[in-house]
């Protein structure tokens, strides 16, 4: 059972579906643009050159940066390019270019640990739902920081005919906290006997909301919580 849209989860429906997997999708988020539409958002891309970092913490984000880091490359206005910082592997794979500090294991205070002190600009590029985490965080390490909601993530009621099919899953994979909240929303905390998440923080917001997560994979990246899936069944 995976619970984003149909076009958000075809990494990791094709890798279930590698390992004989049936999955049963049931969209319970959807990405959004932001209430103003992302004018905000783009007004502050369009002068990204003024930062000293841009900082970006999900694959949502980056999607949405990349294109006008790949037009002021293409254009040759990199003069003065900002350092960029992301958390997680597949955030830096949504940007399509390389970083100067890559968290990892991909976590938001992974990244303020690796963050430099020092003096200047920093845009910090996020969802609606994220905490403070890295604004205060690097701001705290003297950094003047913006913020900017790249992205809004809303949460979806199943069809009816949908909510049996979910409960009847064997397991559960929770690929984001957003994710642990849209299901405890929809279903409250009954959910399928294998509950997988994809890293502390998503375990941590499940077990908040009373869902008991039965393990967490070692690493958050899809390959990680397929095996982490895997194992799970094999020690039952």
Same mark, same amino acid.
């Given at each position: 059972?995976?619970?984003?849209?149909?076009?958000?989860?075809?990494?990791?429906?094709?890798?279930?579906?590698?390992?004989?997997?049936?999955?049963?999708?049931?969209?319970?988020?959807?990405?959004?643009?932001?209430?103003?539409?992302?004018?905000?958002?783009?007004?502050?891309?369009?002068?990204?050159?003024?930062?000293?970092?841009?900082?970006?913490?999900?694959?949502?984000?980056?999607?949405?940066?990349?294109?006008?880091?790949?037009?002021?490359?293409?254009?040759?206005?990199?003069?003065?390019?900002?350092?960029?910082?992301?958390?997680?592997?597949?955030?830096?794979?949504?940007?399509?270019?390389?970083?100067?500090?890559?968290?990892?294991?991909?976590?938001?205070?992974?990244?303020?640990?690796?963050?430099?002190?020092?003096?200047?600009?920093?845009?910090?590029?996020?969802?609606?739902?994220?905490?403070?985490?890295?604004?205060?965080?690097?701001?705290?390490?003297?950094?003047?920081?913006?913020?900017?909601?790249?992205?809004?993530?809303?949460?979806?009621?199943?069809?009816?005919?949908?909510?049996? /099919?979910?409960?009847? &899953?064997? #397991?559960?994979?929770?690929?984001? %906290?957003?994710?642990?909240?849209?299901?405890? $929303? =929809? *279903? !409250?905390?009954?959910?399928?006997?294998?509950?997988?998440?994809?890293?502390?923080?998503?375990?941590?917001?499940?077990?908040?909301?009373? /869902?008991?997560?039965? &393990?967490? #994979?070692?690493?958050?990246?899809? %390959?990680?919580?397929?095996?982490?899936?895997? $194992? =799970? *069944? !094999?020690?039952?």
């Amino acid at each position: 059972m995976i619970t984003r849209s149909h076009d958000q989860n075809e990494s990791l429906r094709r890798l279930l579906e590698a390992q004989g997997a049936l999955v049963i999708e049931v969209p319970l988020l959807a990405i959004t643009e932001p209430d103003d539409e992302g004018r905000e958002r783009d007004t502050v891309l369009q002068r990204f050159h003024e930062f000293d970092w841009i900082v970006v913490t999900s694959p949502n984000g980056a999607d949405r940066v990349a294109p006008f880091l790949s037009a002021a490359v293409a254009a040759g206005d990199t003069d003065h390019f900002p350092h960029i910082a992301v958390v997680g592997t597949a955030t830096q794979r949504s940007l399509n270019m390389g970083a100067h500090l890559v968290a990892d294991p991909a976590r938001a205070e992974i990244l303020v640990e690796m963050f430099p002190e020092g003096r200047g600009n920093v845009l910090v590029v996020q969802g609606n739902l994220a905490d403070d985490v890295v604004e205060h965080g690097i701001g705290a390490k003297g950094w003047t920081v913006t913020r900017v909601v790249a992205y809004r993530t809303v949460q979806l009621q199943p069809d009816p005919d949908k909510r049996a /099919l979910a409960i009847s &899953a064997d #397991a559960l994979l929770l690929a984001s %906290s957003s994710a642990a909240s849209a299901w405890c $929303d =929809a *279903f !409250g905390i009954t959910a399928p006997e294998v509950v997988v998440a994809i890293g502390p923080s998503t375990a941590k917001r499940a077990n908040d909301l009373g /869902l008991h997560v039965t &393990a967490i #994979a070692h690493e958050q990246s899809l %390959s990680a919580l397929i095996e982490t899936t895997s $194992d =799970a *069944f !094999g020690a039952r």
